[in-house]
């Protein structure tokens, strides 16, 4: 069982930065893939970035490639998500979630995490 906890999230003008965090309980943490996903209102929940459970692959939704990154500290359980030059169509609310799985290929869908927390809100105005 992996319980996951985010926070970060606030209200940053165009262009700013954010860093969120996601602290995960449970002593199996580094054998967990993590990822980050967000929901707009009215719209489905998205992919946004994914890690693998040795930071030895990352991977991103086109639309955060390049002002996104996301990073795990496995001594802390934490997996965070930096976000530069945000826009105002990063405004949502963002999940961190564990994935079992090895390959990258699930990391994309919501179906590959077995585990999400409860969300924190980014707000991004123009």
């Known amino acids: 069982q992996v319980q996951l906890v985010e926070s970060g999230g606030g209200l940053v003008q165009a262009g700013g930065s954010l860093r969120l965090s996601c602290a995960a309980s449970?002593?199996?943490?580094?054998?967990?893939?993590m990822g980050w996903f967000r929901q707009a209102p009215e719209k489905e929940r998205e992919f946004v970035a994914a890690?693998?459970?040795?930071?030895?692959?990352?991977y991103y939704a086109d639309s955060v490639k390049g002002r996104f990154t996301i990073s795990r500290d496995n001594a802390k359980n934490t997996v965070y998500l930096q976000m530069n030059s945000l826009k105002p169509e990063d405004t949502a609310v963002y999940y961190c979630?564990?994935?079992?799985?090895?390959?990258?290929?699930?990391?994309?869908?919501?179906?590959?995490?077995?585990?999400w927390g409860q969300g924190t809100q980014v707000t991004v105005s123009s």
């Open positions: 979630a564990a994935s079992g799985y090895s390959r990258s290929y699930y990391y994309y869908y919501m179906s590959g995490y077995d585990y």
């Open positions: 449970g002593r199996t943490f580094s054998s967990y893939a």
């Open positions: 890690i693998s459970w040795s930071a030895g692959g990352t």
